[in-house]
């Protein structure tokens, strides 16, 4: 937001008087989606002040449609940050702002936090090390730092020592705490923009990376603090989002023949199980909440699975280990773009 009170127009850099001294080309870019986030933005835009990595590189925040401080926040720290701003307003959802500023991007590396959460002081330098030897990699979020037990106890760990695994199918970041080479985001088409704002455009991206035969790696000396929603509403919106994300990657990729097909006995199951344990509701605050966001899940994949024309219902994750798809091309050279081996 200018002075004057007007927002940027889309793409236009935002920079304070430090400017200068970032003029080069950035190797990396930190892209950051923001929709009102205002109060803990501010944590995290100092967080990335205190960066020990000595390379160049930019943040690109994404503004989604921003209606508290958080522009006039961002302005302000234009002058201790190598920091644009671009207008996401008519993108749908997250994926779609991050789209925005991937193309706005200049840096060769292409990093992915969340404007709630807090990076370490070596985030940079960790994941760029990272991608010397992987083109995709996840990072570790440490779910302590910033969340009491109270909220801690509502979910199960996102990153346990491992990336997760959606349906047993292959590992998959989270969004707060990635990072791939642009070549590689490019090569396979970046976002894609039709999971209409569920949540599971981060999964779906570097599955395909996977796919196309780039490499993931997990680097667990790159630490976000993690950021879980505060309060059982938001969590429970969060959940449906999540449900309905996982109804679109089912449909996906069933139709490419990666995953089985699901039949009405899944849904007829999860349905009983969900009348049997509507007890809990009345079992303690701890049953109660996982209850409600089993339900919440369910719900949001119903929801999905009418969007994207397929069945998926199902209380639990398919079983199964991770595996390398029948068909998977080889793994790319892994010399990360601008690095020697």
């Known amino acids: 937001?200018?002075?004057?009170?007007?927002?940027?127009?889309?793409?236009?850099?935002?920079?304070?008087?430090?400017?200068?001294?970032w003029a080069a080309q950035p190797e990396v870019s930190v892209l950051i989606p923001v929709r009102n986030g205002m109060p803990h933005l501010s944590g995290q835009l100092e967080a990335l002040t205190r960066q020990t990595y000595r390379g160049r590189w930019e943040a690109i925040v994404s503004d989604n449609g921003s209606t508290d401080s958080s522009l006039r926040v961002l302005e302000a720290a234009a002058a201790r940050l190598p920091l644009r701003l671009v207008d996401s307003r008519q993108a749908l959802g997250r994926s779609g702002a991050l789209a925005v500023a991937a193309a706005a991007a200049q840096g060769r590396l292409l990093l992915f936090c969340d404007a709630d959460d807090v990076v370490a002081d070596d985030w940079i330098e960790r994941m760029v090390a990272a991608l010397q030897r992987d083109p995709a990699v996840g990072g570790y979020l440490d779910e302590e730092a910033l969340n009491p037990p109270s909220v801690r106890e509502w979910r199960p760990a996102a990153t346990p020592g491992e990336l997760p695994a959606p349906f047993g199918l292959l590992p998959a970041p989270i969004g707060a705490n990635c990072g791939v080479w642009r070549?590689?985001?490019?090569?396979?088409?970046?976002?894609?923009?039709?999971?209409?704002?569920?949540?599971?455009?981060?999964?779906?991206?570097?599955?395909?990376?996977?796919?196309?035969?780039?490499?993931?790696?997990?680097?667990?000396?790159?630490?976000?603090?993690?950021?879980?929603?505060?309060?059982?509403?938001?969590?429970l919106r969060q959940w449906r989002g999540y449900g309905r994300g996982r109804a679109h990657l089912a449909a996906r990729y069933q139709a490419l023949g990666l995953l089985p097909a699901e039949s009405w006995r899944d849904a007829v199951s999860t349905s009983g199980w969900l009348g049997v344990h509507v007890v809990d509701m009345a079992r303690g605050r701890v049953r109660r909440v996982n209850y409600l966001r089993t339900l919440a899940h369910v719900i949001g994949q119903v929801e999905g699975s009418r969007e994207a024309g397929v069945l998926h219902i199902r209380r639990n994750p398919r079983p199964g280990s991770v595996h390398r798809p029948p068909g998977l091309p080889g793994e790319v050279d892994t010399a990360a773009p601008g690095y020697a081996h």
Not at 5 to 14: E, I, L, Q, S
């Open 1 to 21: 937001m200018t002075a004057d009170g007007d927002r940027p127009a889309t793409g236009t850099a935002v920079r304070g008087s430090a400017a200068t001294s």
């Open 183 to 235: 070549e590689a985001y490019e090569k396979v088409g970046g976002f894609d923009n039709s999971f209409r704002g569920a949540a599971a455009e981060e999964t779906d991206l570097f599955w395909r990376l996977q796919l196309a035969g780039y490499r993931l790696g997990y680097a667990p000396a790159a630490v976000v603090a993690y950021r879980h929603r505060p309060t059982l509403r938001s969590m």
